[in-house]
């Protein structure tokens, strides 16, 4: 689901394409990468792009709860 995390009306780029800001799965995964990144053992991960990949997948399991 690509819902907007913060709604407003549409928004029009130079290029004209549509924007809608930051999809709630974004907002999402962006707090769970914050909470990672606050840990004291970041090293638990063996690359940024492996946080990323774990925060996503935390947003996903809070989407999905959320749709229960």
């Given at each position: 689901m690509n819902i907007p995390a913060f709604p407003v009306e549409m928004i029009y780029t130079q290029e004209n394409e549509k924007?809608?800001?930051m999809t709630l799965r974004d907002y999402?995964?962006?707090?769970?990468?914050q909470g990672f990144a606050a840990m004291s053992d970041v090293d638990g991960f063996s690359s940024v792009?492996?946080?990323a990949k774990m925060s996503y997948k935390w947003a996903d399991a809070m989407m999905k709860v959320r749709q229960a």
């Open positions: 924007f809608n800001g999402f995964a962006a707090k769970a990468m792009e492996e946080m």
